[in-house]
């Protein structure tokens, strides 16, 4: 397995070694990191629990939880459980191991898509084209333009940028999706938030996941991030990621850990 993979597609195809029983190897990571960067481990689990499920149901939601650092020199092996499929819903559980202990675990809902009406309250907000705006990077795999800024020096993060995968993907749905979830852990939303005594961020805890259209990630996608609550130092945040027509392609709630220092 190799740990330097630069190529999305690549990464999310983890390896089947046995029935339910996966292995991935670490990627790009933004170059070098002391741990595995959380939405890697977070998508690599939803291909995993993808391989066991009927390819005509697609993911619709995760919830993990971010229970010890993933060490990116290695490999992790992914243990799915195969709660229940019933008539149109099926439901996974998987669990990301390094060196015998669980780093990772997540709850995943796999639904048979049926036509119905759209309705929606909650709309990104509105900002400049991307063609409009300065490309940066991240690592090897993901390219950004941040409508607000990150200051790292000054502990602000962009609550709020435009992010595509820098390698086509194909057009099957888990592939675009479990890219969604990869992209869908940067950002935060408090790092724009300037409250005294209150920090801007810290490790993540949990991070919850609906997909509700089909967005590509290999093409432009907003990432509108928001503060909802925080208490107790935890914070809470919510997120809608959409495309650069305008449509909604999934949203998120996020808690981490409100901590002095940079997000991990």
Same mark, same amino acid.
């Given at each position: 397995?190799?740990?330097?993979?630069?190529?999305?597609?690549?990464?999310?195809?983890?390896?089947?070694?046995?029935?339910? %029983?996966?292995?991935?190897?670490?990627?790009?990571?933004?170059?070098?990191?002391?741990?595995?960067?959380?939405?890697?481990?977070?998508?690599?689990? %939803?291909?995993?629990?993808?391989?066991?499920?009927?390819?005509?149901?697609?993911?619709?939601?995760?919830?993990?939880?971010?229970?010890?650092?993933?060490?990116?020199?290695?490999?992790?092996?992914?243990?799915? *459980?195969?709660?229940?499929?019933?008539?149109?819903?099926?439901?996974?559980?998987?669990?990301?191991?390094?060196?015998?202990?669980?780093?990772?675990?997540?709850?995943?809902?796999?639904?048979?898509?049926?036509?119905?009406?759209?309705?929606?309250?909650?709309?990104?907000?509105?900002?400049? *084209?991307?063609?409009?705006?300065?490309?940066?990077?991240?690592?090897?795999?993901?390219?950004?333009?941040?409508?607000?800024?990150?200051?790292?020096?000054?502990?602000?993060?962009?609550?709020?940028?435009?992010?595509?995968?820098?390698?086509?993907?194909?057009?099957?749905?888990?592939? &675009?999706?479990?890219? %969604?979830?990869?992209?869908?852990?940067?950002?935060?939303?408090?790092? &724009?938030?300037?409250?005294?005594?209150?920090?801007?961020?810290?490790?993540?805890?949990?991070?919850?996941?609906?997909?509700?259209?089909?967005?590509?990630?290999?093409?432009?996608?907003?990432?509108?991030?928001?503060?909802?609550?925080?208490?107790?130092?935890?914070?809470?945040?919510?997120?809608?990621?959409?495309?650069?027509?305008?449509?909604?392609?999934?949203?998120?709630?996020?808690? %981490?850990?409100?901590?002095?220092?940079?997000?991990?």
């Amino acid at each position: 397995m190799t740990a330097d993979s630069s190529d999305m597609s690549r990464l999310l195809d983890v390896e089947e070694i046995d029935r339910d %029983l996966f292995r991935a190897g670490a990627g790009d990571n933004e170059g070098p990191r002391e741990t595995l960067y959380g939405g890697q481990v977070a998508a690599q689990a %939803l291909s995993a629990a993808g391989r066991t499920v009927d390819a005509a149901r697609v993911p619709h939601s995760l919830h993990g939880y971010f229970l010890r650092p993933g060490n990116p020199e290695v490999p992790v092996i992914y243990r799915v *459980d195969r709660d229940r499929d019933g008539g149109s819903f099926s439901a996974r559980q998987v669990r990301a191991v390094q060196g015998g202990e669980v780093i990772f675990s997540m709850l995943a809902s796999f639904h048979a898509e049926k036509p119905s009406e759209d309705f929606i309250e909650v709309l990104p907000r509105t900002v400049a *084209d991307p063609d409009e705006m300065t490309t940066s990077r991240w690592g090897e795999l993901v390219e950004f333009r941040e409508v607000t800024k990150t200051r790292r020096e000054k502990g602000e993060f962009s609550d709020c940028m435009w992010v595509r995968v820098t390698c086509p993907l194909p057009d099957d749905r888990l592939t &675009q999706a479990c890219a %969604l979830t990869f992209v869908s852990d940067l950002g935060s939303g408090f790092g &724009q938030l300037v409250r005294p005594g209150l920090p801007r961020g810290g490790p993540s805890v949990d991070h919850a996941l609906w997909l509700h259209a089909p967005i590509r990630a290999d093409d432009w996608v907003l990432i509108d991030l928001r503060p909802t609550k925080a208490r107790g130092i935890r914070g809470l945040y919510s997120g809608i990621l959409s495309d650069r027509r305008g449509t909604v392609g999934a949203f998120l709630q996020q808690e %981490l850990l409100l901590r002095w220092g940079p997000p991990t």
